[in-house]
């Protein structure tokens, strides 16, 4: 869903900055937007797990513990998944500028940070919301994902057998290295890896994808996005772990069930136009063609 005409700053007017560490150049680029918010009197909030940008006037505040009007990543995709992760607001809208390997949800580059940050600030801008997923097992909840909830074995190298419920119907049974539930976001990612196809954000549904199932013993689904599945792990001394979105693990003990559904929050990013397809086709096409 798309967001037209936002409201960007409230009138708190604070934003949060989390980085890629280790990087002198997105340290740089990172002084550069600090530098544009603080000349508009904005306050700036510095996650110091993640940036080492020092200003008498910006404030050194954790992630976990920021209340901004939205949050500037400046990594790639898994900078955005650890961000997401830890903020204490999952809805809190992102401005994410790539310095990673393929960038899918970033929406800048480093060059162009300060220019697309400029436009932002004056409205000139859209927001793009995507959706969750939640999952647990039981009453215990895990934390949302944004991508995928991934079903692993514990065990490296082992097979897990699995029992596949859609609804409460018994739709499928086989044997897989994992399998997981992704969104239309998370098709791009590690579903598409393992062989799924792509979600367009239109499409009102969830992927179900194994990984890995010998002699295809299970099979890639698209369901709609108000089911729920649920994935019994069946063979008894076979522990498995739910890994939500590359970011936290889950023990899961044989014979447990792990249930995911559509998650009543989304998670939302700022974008200067409606560039799903641009960004498809110029970040996930092998750049050698």
């Known amino acids: 869903m798309i967001e037209h005409n936002p409201t960007i700053l409230s009138g708190r007017r604070a934003v949060g900055l989390v980085c890629k560490p280790g990087r002198p150049e997105t340290e740089q680029v990172a002084r550069e937007l600090v530098d544009m918010l603080l000349s508009r009197n904005i306050r700036v909030l510095v996650d110091p797990g993640s940036c080492h940008v020092v200003h008498e006037r910006t404030e050194q505040v954790d992630i976990r513990d920021m209340d901004v009007d939205f949050v500037i990543t400046i990594g790639g995709d898994g900078t955005i998944l650890y961000t997401l992760a830890h903020l204490r607001r999952r809805n809190t809208p992102l401005f994410c500028v790539n310095k990673g390997t393929v960038g899918f949800m970033t929406e800048s580059d480093l060059t162009d940070a300060a220019a697309a940050l400029c436009k932002i600030l004056d409205g000139e801008c859209v927001i793009e919301s995507a959706v969750n997923i939640a999952s647990g097992v039981g009453e215990r909840e895990f934390d949302n994902a944004l991508n995928e909830v991934y079903v692993v074995s514990a065990v490296p190298g082992r097979l897990l057998t699995f029992n596949v419920f859609l609804d409460g119907v018994h739709i499928d049974y086989g044997r897989a290295d994992g399998a997981m539930l992704a969104t239309p976001t998370g098709s791009t990612a590690y579903a598409l890896a393992a062989g799924g196809s792509v979600l367009t954000p239109n499409v009102h549904g969830l992927i179900f994808v194994p990984v890995c199932p010998p002699r295809f013993e299970l ?21 498995g772990l739910a890994v939500i979105d590359g970011q936290t693990r889950h023990e ?20 200067l136009s409606d560039n799903y397809y641009h960004r498809l086709r110029t970040r996930l096409v092998p750049r050698t063609l």
Not at 253 to 270: D, N, Y
Request: net charge positive; glycine share 4%; charged share 30%.
């Open 219 to 239: 099979k890639s689904l698209v369901i709609p996005d108000d089911s729920l599945l649920e994935l019994e792990l069946a063979k008894p001394g076979a522990p």
């Open 252 to 271: 899961v003990h044989p014979r447990e069930t792990v249930w995911m559904r559509k998650a009543q929050g989304v998670s939302r990013f700022i974008r």
